[in-house]
């Protein structure tokens, strides 16, 4: 690893302003280390366009990059040191799916907006783009499901049933305006699992995509806590349950939760549901100050596959490297989805 970290060390100072590399709260300290700029999913889509850098890094999952690379100007090539690093609920809607399940929906007449939370394929957001949609982070979902509520009938969320239904609650969409489709609908032909019946009454239909990393977060930890150290304050990501969203004493993206630990005063026992590389740094920084513990120790390996290691190997060949590939008839749609949401939230 030392010999990686002077690898890096040296091409970054040889490059100077031809390179920036990009890091999620969620990559290892290591790798963080690292990193020109580091943020959540909506902080990094933004900084793209202002980048002047010919090489960008991404170090994050590969729907990251693949958004960095649907925003990036004509001269700009975009990174990932390991392209294995998927999500594994971006995984959970493939797009020729997504778009049957919308033409099954908009069957009888009705407009159906689609609105993709950030964590989705190049292919999804150019779907969502056609189909008139947008894109949400977990930072923004109010704001842009209330956006996509004005624009039509209906909105299909995807692909993530926890974050649609926590920001439902929210906006106070009723329970019975709601649905979540059916499971088979994530590997099956939605011809079969789509019913335009059951959903012709309903304001927000929802994708039953979820986190297996934020799933571990569950109500027996957060009842054990109240009841042992009933003065710690408990923070979550809403990719969580609901139950356990509304059982929190509040809920955000990353970012929300990193200004959490800031603003909370000296001495408080704080709990944080989410991926546990972002939850150590918090309690190292705090140490001594504010104790800050995990919910429950949950990691995702996708984020851990981005290592020092895999980041000096691609430094080092990065002018012959290949760069993240979003193709012309996907990037232009795609944009269009990505730019709704910015300029929504602009
Ligand atoms: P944020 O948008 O809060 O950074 O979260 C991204 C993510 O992948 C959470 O699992
Ligand atoms: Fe995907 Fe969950 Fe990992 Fe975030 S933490 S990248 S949503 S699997």
């Known amino acids: 690893m030392e010999k990686s970290v002077d690898t890096i060390t040296r091409i970054r100072k ?166 979540v489709l059916s499971d088979d609908v994530i590997e099956g032909d939605p011809q079969l699992f789509v019913d335009p019946s059951k959903t012709d009454d309903k304001q927000l239909i929802i994708w039953p995509g979820y986190c297996p990393i934020h799933e571990e977060f569950t109500m027996d930890a957060i009842t054990e806590i109240r009841a042992n150290e009933p003065d710690a304050k408990i923070v979550v990501h809403p990719e969580c349950n609901p139950d356990v969203v509304k059982a929190s004493d509040g809920h955000g993206s990353t970012t929300y939760l990193i200004k959490y630990a800031a603003e909370a005063p000296a001495g408080s026992v704080i709990y944080i549901g989410t991926e546990e590389n972002l939850v150590s740094r918090l309690a190292k920084q705090y140490e001594g100050e504010k104790t800050i513990k995990p919910l429950t120790f949950s990691q995702c390996e996708d984020m851990g596959k981005i290592t020092v290691d895999n980041l000096a190997a691609l430094l080092e060949n990065i002018e012959n490297a290949t760069p993240v590939d979003v193709s012309e008839d996907i990037k232009a749609p795609a944009k269009l989805s990505l730019e709704r949401m910015l300029e929504v939230c602009s």
């Not at 040191?81 to 995984?91: E, L, S, Y």
């Not at 842009?144 to 920001?167: C, I, Y």
Request: charged share 20%; with cysteine.
């Open 14 to 179: 040889a490059m100077g302003d031809k390179l920036a590399i990009l890091g999620h709260h969620y990559q290892s300290d290591d790798v963080i280390e690292h990193t020109d700029i580091r943020g959540d999913s909506l902080e990094l889509s933004r900084k793209i366009n202002g980048l002047d850098a010919e090489h960008i890094v991404f170090c994050g999952v590969y729907f990251m990059a693949e958004s960095a690379a649907i925003l990036q100007r004509p001269n700009q090539k975009i990174h990932i040191p390991d392209v294995n690093a998927t999500c594994p609920m971006a995984d959970m809607a493939e797009a020729g799916r997504v778009e049957k399940t919308l033409d099954i929906l908009q069957s009888n007449g009705r407009k159906v907006i689609p609105l993709t939370y950030v964590n989705s394929s190049a292919a999804v957001k150019g779907v969502v783009g056609r189909y008139d949609g947008s894109v949400c982070t977990s930072a923004n979902a109010p704001v842009m499901l209330e956006w996509a509520l004005s624009q039509g009938d209906a909105v299909l969320f995807l692909p993530d049933k926890h974050l649609a239904r926590n920001t439902a609650n929210t906006l106070n969409v009723p329970e019975d305006k709601r649905i």
